[in-house]
């Protein structure tokens, strides 16, 4: 505990060492907190693409925020939902002399105040019925009084994409659905061009119209008019909100990259100890493995890996571990422990007759062992990278969100020429804050845990 006090107190001296940690407690708290909000089956759930937990939401949109530092007429729109379904009726009649059959109009209003078109219109219907499907005419009324009808039939579609129906721009006599039903009423909408366009701001309302023939049998229509921004991190091509990968992403890549660095460091350590205390053809042997092991290009193994086998993020970090046990850093280690074999302490160990187990793990290990916190904290940034760069090349695994599988998806889709940086921008931050902070911290460790650095 007063080795744990001391080592605070010189942290103290290293602002940057005082930044870092405080980096370091917000990522952590963070995962925490994302691991019990969106537990990891529905963090899996989210990152699905056939989930329909997205379809409200609009395609590659910006952050929310990003309107904050745009003029009134530049803001881009945001996602706007009518629906039906809590709407009171505007009339109900019966349908002959049965009075099973009933025709019901129901209106449903919202305001657009935007200076530019929204990306999408999509309708969904809601229809509950036995045998006989509901019919419904759904008519778009603008500010100015103008009425189209959108849709006509049978409400047997669950979802129909207003702004991809060809048939009814044409019957609009619009070069795209979007802008007729959203042009000002002095544009020849077949000429309209959304560069040059501007849409009409006011109140819109759409009336359903519904004819159903079961007692039980109702119909709801909801409206989504998608706009171009869209949640704290925007979204990707898939509607999915980048929240989720950015934040689930954090609490993998911090468990990734201590559990690989604790993990090839205090086996290293151990093996490093054995070869020094054993020494003869084990000493060797582990230097020659060493030196092969050097030789081997580890992200190229990893990638063939991946190539050939899918694997989880467990077989990932398992394999990661494997083959950097005998890294580089085991000569160092064989340096230090060949400076403590030799100490006097050790000559008592052996004089009253310690194994040679009992002196590796009792004596030699515990004096060389401060040495190993600083290198769990710089050696976790390195490792972080290594899973991101996985990721991005699309041998991670697929099943999780994590920032490289949102770089990978941004570079695929061509997100930098497209002109969506915030989907590249985000998890290069979370990437470049996490080293930066495990970084600077192992520095300011370095320098407690060395006195030699402490004197420089």
Known sequence: MKRIKRIFSVLRKYPTAIIALVIITILVGGSIATMIAIPLSEAKRLWQTSTQAWEDTPKRADPI?????????????????????????LSVEPLGSAGIAKQTITETTFDFPYYIHPSELALTFYATYQASAPLGRITWITPDGREFIIHDSVMDKRRHVLSSDGALARQIGAQATILGLFSNPGDVMRDLRFETATPQRGTYTLRVLSKTFEADSTLDVKLVVYGEVSGIAGTDHLRRGLIVGLLWGTPIALMFGLLAA???????????????????????????????????????????????????????????????????????????????????????????????????????????????????????????????????????????????????????????????????LEPAFMLLVTGLAFAMLGFALDRIFNPRLRET
């Open 65 to 89: 925020w990003t309107n904050w530092f745009r003029s009134a007429e530049d803001k881009l729109p945001e996602t706007i939902i009518a629906s039906t379904e809590d709407v009171e009726p």
């Open 262 to 424: 604790v993990g090839t460091t205090v086996l290293t350590f151990i093996i490093a100890a054995i070869g020094v205390w054993f020494g003869g053809w084990v000493d060797a042997l582990i230097q020659r493995i060493t030196e092969v092991n050097v030789l081997l290009p580890l992200l190229p193994i990893l990638v063939m890996l991946g190539i050939f086998y899918t694997p989880n993020i467990i077989t990932i970090l398992g394999v990661v571990v494997v083959l950097s046990i005998f890294s580089v850093a085991i000569k160092t280690y064989r340096a230090l422990f060949l400076q403590v074999k030799n100490s006097p302490y050790i000559e008592a160990a052996r004089a009253y007759g310690a194994g040679g187990f009992r002196i590796i793990f009792r004596y030699m290990i515990p004096k060389v062992a401060p040495i190993l916190i600083p290198a769990f904290v710089t050696g976790t940034p390195g490792y972080v990278f290594l899973e991101a760069a996985l990721a991005f090349l699309g041998v991670g695994d697929v099943s999780l969100p994590t920032w490289g599988k949102i770089l990978n998806n941004a570079n695929t889709q061509g997100a930098l020429f497209r002109g969506d940086y915030y989907w590249v």
